[in-house]
């Protein structure tokens, strides 16, 4: 994945997917809202307002939206810079309004909240602190200067003292605590959704690998006969043209490319048609097929299958399933890149469950992060040492999440902890003194033999890609 598209999925530029029309229209509310206060006001209670000021503030909000309606496409979206200077625009009309209506005298002081509360939805911190900055700053003048509200005999409307200074506290606080509160959710949100995201990207691109990997088997299997065909009708042209040079030379040019049309095939590995017997194998044969990519990497990557708890029971034949591959797939990756010198992955089965368990020599997981792994975008420190030991790894927890989601997809428990002992010297550790990660199933779950996961065999499907 590139540096350019994690960018997006972390939500770097949620600010540029907000249409100028829904903000216009949140405009046209607000336009609507501030003339029917303004009339009440004054038609009902009486109160003497300047309706010429107000109006004048309010039309400004009219010509923007009108001048946004001409000039742009229905279809724009705006900018982070455009989003903050239209939220800026409100939040000042506001408090111009609010300062020709009695300042924090007035009840509605409390939408000065509002435009914060969407920058923190959807802009950066930095446009958030901005417009926060200017919320409090707009309240603090409000409190001190400000047209008074007057009732129709000349009585002046106001709170006293100790409560304004409660309405701009009150202020102040709601818009530094509701901003950081509405900017957490939203970012929580969104890291799940990016990584959700994310996690269907690996699990497509599994799918295909593995529909590919059909593809190549089906046709190595059916492509066989004719190849050996070729080359036994070669080898008896080459035998019978021995008075004639030239076409014997072309016959051995035709065994020579049968022969390496088979070894495409083969070095092409599983891949043609959904091949239904693909769709099951022995565990040992999926961990293996998992773990595959990683053993080679400098790393010694033991693959061991533990007696059966209940007996001698036969290895089970388990579903073939992209969750399951990509899952262990990225736990042996994330075991291999952690690892001092040795990884071990072991499998162990019962009449009623089956584990994977997988574990290495290296330093383990970060004690005050256990309880948080699997969670996505975990923010993390990097040390020296663990710079040097893998470089590319940001710490964002992604990959471990993904593989947490999949197998949990699969219908798989995941317990993470340390096999060493921190009390220990290094001396006195055990072998296997790094991280551990066992994934359990309840084997009715993935045991290909189970009622319900039985896979009929027949003529092979043709496969859509």
Known sequence: ????????????????????????????????????????????????????????????????????????????????????????????????????SGGLHNPFYVLLIGPVMVSAAVLSLLSTALLGLTAIAGATILALVYVPLQTSSGDIL????????????????????????????????HSMSDALQATQMALSREQKLTDIGGVVAAAAHELGTPLATIKLTSAELIEELDDRPELQEDARLIREQADRCRDILRSMGRAGKDDLHLRQ??????????????????????????????????????????????????????????????????????????????MDDGRGYPSHLIGRIGDPFMPRRRTQERSEQRPEYEGMGLGLFIAKTLLERSGAELVFANGGDPFLPSSEQPERCGAIVEVTWPRGRIDAKAPGNEIPLGENQALRI
């Open 1 to 100: 994945m590139s540096d350019q598209s994690l960018g997006l999925l972390k939500g770097r530029q949620r600010g540029n997917w907000i249409r100028l029309r829904t903000v216009i229209l949140l405009r046209w509310f607000a336009i609507a809202g501030q003339l029917s206060a303004i009339i009440v006001a004054q038609r009902v209670y009486g109160l003497q307002i300047d309706l010429g000021l107000s109006l004048l503030v309010i039309g400004t909000s009219v010509i923007a939206n009108i001048v946004a309606i001409v000039v742009f496409p229905e279809t724009k979206r705006l900018s982070e810079t455009e989003n903050f200077l239209m939220v800026l625009f409100d939040l000042l009309q506001l408090a111009l309004l609010l300062f020709l």
């Open 158 to 189: 106001k709170v006293p003292q100790l409560f304004l200074f409660g309405n701009w506290v009150a202020i102040v606080i709601a818009v530094i605590f509701l901003s950081l509160y509405a900017r957490r959710v939203s970012v929580e949100m």
């Open 281 to 358: 194998a022995p565990l040992t044969a999926v961990i293996r097929e998992a773990a595959e990519p990683h053993i080679a990497r400098g790393k010694d990557v033991i693959l061991s299958e533990l007696p059966s708890i209940d007996g001698d029971l036969p290895q089970p034949s388990i579903l073939r399933s992209p969750e399951i591959i990509h899952g262990i797939r990225n736990l042996v990756q994330n075991a291999v890149d952690f690892a001092r010198s040795k990884t071990w992955v072991e499998c162990e089965w019962s009449t009623t469950q089956i584990t994977v368990r997988i």
